[in-house]
């Protein structure tokens, strides 16, 4: 593997690559070593300064363009990242430690896809025309919001700069996008991309920093929109704050999803789904399914049949191509999951496989399932954000309903069965912005994706998304005489 080209400074801001190492150093750590592998600033006063001004002064003359115009360079930005994908993907694994494995079909593909789609899609955005009584009509014009703030979790860096930028810039904004503290390295090579493919200057700028960096863009007066991809209680500060300005928001938060196994369903694919809905990105993915509820008929089986498949897992160099399962992003984040696991031993939690750390440099964790698990229990109520499934038994629809339902969060949810009739019924009563049947994790940009309940606002992907990045101008035409009382 070769080691791909580090972006060159910290912020990418009007265009270029902008450094200031008077702001706090961020240091960049390769999860699967442990070593640091680069060093960022986090944004000073006077580089946020820079980005929302350059952003500002840019956004204008950007959403004059044809959506033609626009969507040429966002589609030929999405062939970059698709010619650069093996660069791309190997800096994706040192930003998070996720396998190559995953990351070389997984992450700059899919930041590709929303460029593409959303590229295609810019120049069809249009309003529409109103008849109305006596020859009247109104029309409407969809517009942009103005600048956009783009806020980051570290599981999918490049993913989440695509997915937010691609939309954004599609229905003419500018976008200052803020990631992670934990993965600051794979958004500045989109903004290089971006630039390279003829964005022109100003429309997507790349700040580093921690949440107070994020706060201070939310806040500012000449921000129009917030999308954040992130925790429950940083989604909670960031709408709040986006409130005192009436901003739009998009909020992609945490979860605790559902996973229903019925003793009809094939039972290979349903612990192909489970194994996809917990152990993929070393179970760090927002919408996993990490409450998996086996009917009881089928539990001891599905169970051997996943201790069986998970002995075949490849833990090991993430830069290895045969490797398909890698270390956690970070070492705060396994300490977090280890706390957890720890938690479910306790509260009476069966360890069925896993639960130690794997004696070797960097933050790696066995691949852990938990079965007899409550619905009290811990590690049956809060995200995890680890490798760590949950198995719970039910005995019919009625009852596991009502438990699947019994959550505060409401991003995914997921039903394995060969019964057509119940799958639809199941997936009607879920309480899940998001859900699959016969399969778990699918996130095409074709598809919405986003919760409900305390998962999220809004909707990122398919046509769903422009409704969260464009707004709506109404104009009444009088075509009749007016008249007034007096
Ligand atoms: P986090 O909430 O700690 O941080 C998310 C981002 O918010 C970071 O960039 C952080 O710097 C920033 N931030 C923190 N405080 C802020 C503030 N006051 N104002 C503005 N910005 C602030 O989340 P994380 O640990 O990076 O990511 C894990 C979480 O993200 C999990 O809960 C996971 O479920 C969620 N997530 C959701 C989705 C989704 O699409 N629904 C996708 C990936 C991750």
Redesign the pocket.
């Known amino acids: 593997m070769t080691y791909p080209t580090q972006p060159t400074a910290s912020h990418f801001i009007d265009g270029q690559y902008v450094e200031d190492t008077a702001g706090t150093p961020i240091p960049v750590i390769y999860s699967a070593t442990g070593k640091q592998i680069a060093t960022v600033h986090a944004a000073t006063p006077a580089i946020v300064e820079q980005a929302i001004s350059a952003a500002r002064r840019a956004q204008d003359g950007w959403a004059a363009l044809s959506g033609t115009e626009r969507g040429r360079i966002l589609r030929r930005a999405a062939d970059m990242l698709r010619d650069r994908n093996h660069d791309l993907s190997v800096l994706e694994t040192y930003d998070t430690g996720k396998p190559y494995q995953e990351t070389s079909v997984a992450d700059a593909t899919s930041g590709a896809d929303a460029l593409e789609y959303f590229g295609g899609m810019a120049a069809t955005l249009t309003g529409e025309h109103i008849p109305l009584g006596g020859g009247d009509w109104a029309y409407t014009r969809r517009e942009a919001l103005g600048v956009c703030v783009g ?6 860096p490049t993913q ?1 700069a695509c997915w937010k930028a691609a939309p954004a810039l599609a229905c003419g904004n500018a976008m200052i996008f ?5 993965t600051p390295l794979c958004a500045l090579k989109v903004a290089e991309i971006l630039h390279e493919a003829g964005l022109p200057a100003g429309l997507y700028n790349v700040v580093q ?7 201070a ?2 806040g500012d007066p000449r921000v129009d929109k ?1 999308s ?8 909670r ?2 709408y709040a ?1 986006a409130a005192q300005g009436m901003k739009h928001v998009t ?5 605790k999803s559902p996973l229903l196994v019925f003793d009809d369903a094939d039972l290979d694919a349903a612990v192909s789904g489970a194994i996809l809905g917990n152990f993929y990105s070393s179970g ?4 996993n399914g990490t409450r998996v509820f086996v009917q009881k008929g089928i539990l001891e089986p599905f169970l051997a049949r996943l201790s069986e498949r998970l002995a075949q897992a490849v833990i090991g160099d993430p830069l290895d191509p045969e490797t398909s399962f890698g270390p956690m992003v970070s070492e705060a ?1 396994m300490k977090i999951v280890q706390g957890y696991i720890a938690k479910g031993l306790d509260e009476g939690a069966r360890l069925v496989t896993g639960g130690r750390q794997i004696a070797r440099d960097g933050f790696y964790l066995e691949p852990t399932v938990f079965a007899d698990v409550t619905d009290d229990m811990t590690i049956a109520r809060e ?1 995890i ?1 680890g490798p760590v499934m949950a198995v719970l038994s039910f005995d019919d629809e009625d009852e596991v309903m009502a438990r699947a339902n019994a959550t505060e969060f409401g ?1 995914a949810a997921g039903v394995f069965t060969r019964d057509l009739e119940r799958a639809h019924r199941v997936v009607a009563g879920f309480e899940a912005g998001t859900c699959y049947i016969n399969t778990y994790n699918d996130a095409p940009v074709e598809m919405p ?3 409900s309940k305390l ?2 606002v809004g909707r ?1 992907n398919s046509k769903a998304a422009i409704e969260h990045y464009s707004q709506l101008k109404s104009v009444y035409v009088r075509m009749s005489p007016l008249e007034a009382p007096f």
């Open positions: 806020i980051g979790a570290w599981n999918y989440i803020k990631p992670s503290e934990t920093g921690m949440g107070e960096v994020g706060a863009l939310v917030v954040l991809t992130g925790s429950v209680p940083t989604g500060k960031v704050a909020m992609e938060l945490g979860g760090q993915v927002c919408s984040q995200e954000f991003l994706f986003g919760g998962s999220g990122e």
